[in-house]
């Protein structure tokens, strides 16, 4: 039965490049998609460090060209995984900002801030995108929101997710459940279905291509009921490889004709980044884009085309990688394409003719479903599923989910043997025993359990979750011990052992291994969260006040230089108000001044108001209403 929770609960879609949030409204019965404070309904995750503030969303976005090595961006692709992994070792080459190996081969992200080196973990970075997604639903339903929905690709790994989920908390939210994006998106395509034709079973094909993962899934849809047949994707494979690809192409081009070599200078390949992911978007609409980059470095203006069918050429590779994935799936649910009755597309990469084209071919001309945003799908499903759990909240269609385990888990036995205990693709919540498990040797004092998960034979070739020890009484080899894998509805994984005889139990809930984030840790992190908030905040109110100020003395300026009052006024008024003028104007250069606080450039206003006013109070009262307009 699922857990009910109290209050407002939105639906966060955690994207590579963007995220977008969504909240159930029951005046109208369906899920709304949130604006930010832009105007635009998904915000770009990223989070920039200046001299003096930290930005999020669009503005760090923004400022992206002019401060890269402090703007980060991808964190979802370092969330949960180690700094040597060889993925995140060959990302590193193409990120601009700084990443270091920290403790127990924790990734973390070295930035400038404040003057002063500070480095961030992946989940801290995840942690500011939800809290600024947070923010947004905030400023729309006008009510603190705690509780929330966060998806994860659907191949994300257990330590991936739990990683996700301790962003969520960071960020100060009651994270109610981690769903699959796929799922996400079939949900968000169940609702809009429901009271339309859906006649008998149909075999759903989920086709998520975002910006920085791939994900596909095959799911039954029958009444009000959803079943994950099969999963499959890429962690690393989307809309920012095809950018990555263009971007060489270009900075091959620049070598061969202007003879500079913009590889290992980090502002000129991110201006051309943006210029190619403007110019990748645009080639899906039109069949040629042109590269327009002032000073792109050295003074070199660049300016350069790209045909549609050059960039298909440059990622044909990855566009097949795609269609091998999608033939997996279907492998793995035992399905051929004639069985599949829709595509969903999601994820903005789903745009692309060729990806359409291909995927067309493959399901053998079947139309494509193009009715749900693919931007906004995976957060419209986030925010029903969001709705599902809350108490009270009526006429959500009750849609039961049964989601699926993406890799098969297991434990290492004797000769470095995996031994499967949840095969992959079993549908979750799950719990299954392994009895098989022995002892070697004769009074054995102990047995240390290796959880692993992945699809290899040779335990060691898998991904290790953790370990942990059972003691167990002396005894003659062949001891009998229980293994217990159970997984919850988020997808995280707990593994007990026992030994019968003595009831002896150990357990490990794949949480608090080394490679995640402890308690004290998380705790220290959503303290640090809550600083930087307060200092934002300050920052802000600093900047209105500098504003109100500067504002102020433009306009008191303006009035001076206006002969018919200047002359006017006492000397010693005049006097009065030009030294204040002066005053004010020296505070406002030197406003980035850390001991200028906020109250003294209010106290200041104040006191420039008083000044101001009654020797203009003194004069004529018509001055003043003309100065106020
Ligand atoms: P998502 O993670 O689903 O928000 O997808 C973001 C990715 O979709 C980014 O890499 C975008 O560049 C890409 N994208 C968005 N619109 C288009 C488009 N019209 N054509 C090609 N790619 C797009």
């Known amino acids: 039965m699922a857990k009910k929770y109290e209050g407002p609960a939105i639906g966060i879609d955690l994207g590579t490049t963007y995220s977008c949030v969504a909240v159930w409204q029951q005046r109208n019965n369906r899920a709304e998609i949130i604006h930010n404070d832009q105007g635009n309904r998904t915000t770009p995750s990223v989070v920039a460090f200046t001299d003096s503030l930290r930005l999020i969303g669009n503005a760090a976005k923004n400022q992206a060209a002019s401060n890269p090595t402090n703007t980060i961006f991808d964190a979802k692709r370092l969330i949960g995984r180690k700094f040597s992994d060889s993925i995140i070792r060959k990302d590193i080459k193409l990120w601009p900002f700084k990443v270091i190996p920290g403790a127990d081969d924790n990734p973390k992200i070295l930035v400038k801030y404040k003057g002063k080196e500070k480095c961030f973990v992946a989940e801290e970075i995840s942690s500011m995108i939800l809290s600024k997604m947070q923010e947004i639903a905030e400023k729309f ?225 079947r139309d494509l479903c193009m009715s749900i945003n693919p931007d906004e799908a995976v957060a419209y499903g986030a925010a029903v599923q969001a709705a599902l759990l809350i108490d009270g909240i009526k006429n959500v ?3 039961v989910l049964r989601d699926i385990t993406p890799l098969s888990l297991g434990i290492w036995t004797k000769g470095d043997v995996m031994s499967v205990v949840i095969p992959k693709n079993t549908p979750i919540p799950i719990k299954m025993t392994e009895d098989r498990c022995k002892t070697s040797v004769d009074n054995q004092l102990g047995v240390s359990i290796h959880v692993y998960e992945g699809e290899r034979i040779k335990a060691s070739e ?119 003028i002066m005053n004010g104007k020296s505070l406002i250069d030197n406003h980035g001044n850390q001991h200028n606080e906020t109250y003294v ?29």
């Open 141 to 365: 339903l006008e009510l603190p929101v705690k509780n929330a929905v966060i998806t994860v690709p659907a191949y994300f790994n257990d330590s991936q997710r739990k990683a996700t989920k301790d962003a969520g908390i960071i960020a100060g939210l009651n994270v109610m459940r981690i769903i699959n994006e796929p799922t996400a998106a079939a949900l968000a395509y169940g609702i809009q279905k429901r009271g339309n034709f859906v006649v008998g079973k149909r075999n759903v094909f989920i086709f998520d291509l975002g910006g920085g993962t791939f994900d596909v899934s095959l799911l039954t849809l029958k009444d009000d009921s959803f079943e994950v047949k099969a999963t499959a994707g890429d962690t690393h494979l989307g809309g920012e490889d095809f950018d990555n690809k263009m971007v060489s192409h270009f900075v091959n081009e620049l070598k061969r004709k202007n003879n500079v070599d913009i590889s290992l200078n980090p502002k000129a390949l991110r201006k051309l980044r943006t210029a190619c992911e403007r110019a990748k978007r645009a080639l899906s609409y039109d069949i040629e884009a042109t590269i327009d980059i002032d000073a792109i470095c050295q003074g070199i203006d660049f300016c350069s085309s790209i045909t549609r069918a050059k960039f298909e050429r440059l990622n044909m590779d990855l566009f097949e990688k795609c269609m091998e994935i999608v033939r997996s799936c279907l492998r793995d649910a035992y399905m051929d394409q004639s069985m599949v009755h829709e595509i969903v597309l999601v994820g903005g990469s789903s745009r692309i003719p060729k990806v359409r084209k291909l995927l067309q071919d493959f399901f053998k001309g």
């Open 462 to 580: 898998n991904n290790l979750l953790g370990l942990f020890r059972l003691f167990v009484p002396p005894a003659p080899r062949g001891l009998c011990i229980k293994v217990c894998f159970a997984i919850d509805a988020d997808g995280i994984l707990n593994v007990t052992a026992e030994e019968e005889t003595t009831g002896n139990k150990s357990e490990i809930t794949i949480t608090n291994d080394n490679r995640r984030l402890s308690t004290q840790e998380i705790e220290r992190m959503i303290q640090e969260a809550e600083k930087f908030k307060v200092e934002d905040m300050k920052f802000q109110e600093k900047a209105r006040a500098v504003n109100a100020l500067e504002d102020y003395l433009y306009k008191t300026s303006k009035v001076m230089e206006d002969n018919s009052v200047s002359s006017m006024l006492a000397p010693a008024d005049k006097m009065k108000i030009d030294s204040a």
């Open 397 to 399: 269609p009750n849609l």
């Open 601 to 629: 450039f209010v106290d200041f206003l104040k006191e420039l108001e008083i000044i101001f006013e009654s020797s203009l109070n003194k004069i004529n009262k018509g001055f003043k209403r003309k100065f106020e307009q």
